[in-house]
């Protein structure tokens, strides 16, 4: 069965600093692939998508993530890190079928120090 | 913002009672979803459905049954509630019409259940 797996439940850095959260799946054949921001009393937003094409993906806030194949990898980064991105991170995937569900990960904690 | 729309938003019930939650929708989507949110699980999805009265169960489903009796309406019922269903419930939809081909899901601001 499909599985996503994201490093490390917290991640902390400093404001303007480079963000860096893992993403890691599990089917050998490539799967969608999304990054969903969840801010603390709300639902999930999606901050963006891989489908096919182009393998580096932009999305909201400045937020992009690259998908690499060969590394089973959707990694999310973000150049410079704001106070207002503290926030839960989920990746997720959905195979390519008919049965239009999602896999999420486990989640990832982002923190940002003044 | 998708219309959706979770009542209640926040409830405690005592272990042993029943209890439904309602999904309701503005945006005429064909899937519906039901997620429990627990810390170091992600999202699990208990029960879903893609059509009126079609539904289908997720990886998490014991305990739970739902209904889908309009479009715009998903409700999930605890039978019984017991402690371990104390959670953060989240109902979704998605659209393969409407660009949900690769299943982009829009979630809703979700219910938060104390079971004691």
């Known amino acids: 069965a499909q599985s996503v797996t994201q490093l490390g439940s917290h991640v902390s850095v400093s404001e303007g600093a480079l963000v860096l959260l893992r993403c890691n799946y599990s089917?050998?054949?490539?799967?969608?692939l999304f990054w969903y921001v969840q801010y603390p009393n709300q639902g999930l937003q999606l901050l963006l998508k891989?489908?096919?094409?182009?393998?580096l993906v932009k999305g909201i806030n400045g937020f992009e993530a690259e998908f690499k194949k060969s590394e089973t990898s959707f990694h999310l980064t973000k150049p410079s890190a704001h106070m207002s991105d503290a926030a839960e991170y989920f990746c997720a995937v959905s195979e390519r079928d008919s049965s239009y569900k999602l896999i999420f990960g486990s989640g990832t904690r982002l923190l940002v120090r003044p | 913002d998708a219309g959706i729309t979770q009542s209640p938003r926040h409830k405690v019930t005592e272990t042993g009672t029943p209890v439904t939650l309602r999904c309701h929708q503005t945006?005429?989507?064909?899937?519906m979803y039901w997620y429990r949110q627990d810390p170091g699980h992600g999202l699990r999805l208990i029960h879903y459905s893609y059509g009126v009265k079609d539904t289908d169960k997720g990886e998490v489903s014991d305990g739970y049954s739902v209904s889908r009796s309009k479009t715009e309406d998903f409700l999930l019922t605890l039978e019984s509630a017991t402690s371990s269903q104390t959670s953060v419930y989240f109902c979704a939809i998605s659209d393969p019409r409407t660009g949900g081909l690769y299943n982009e899901q829009f979630f809703g601001p979700g219910t938060r259940l104390t079971v004691l």
């Open positions: 089917s050998s054949v490539p799967p969608y």
């Open positions: 945006e005429n989507h064909r899937y």
């Open positions: 891989y489908t096919t094409g182009a393998t």
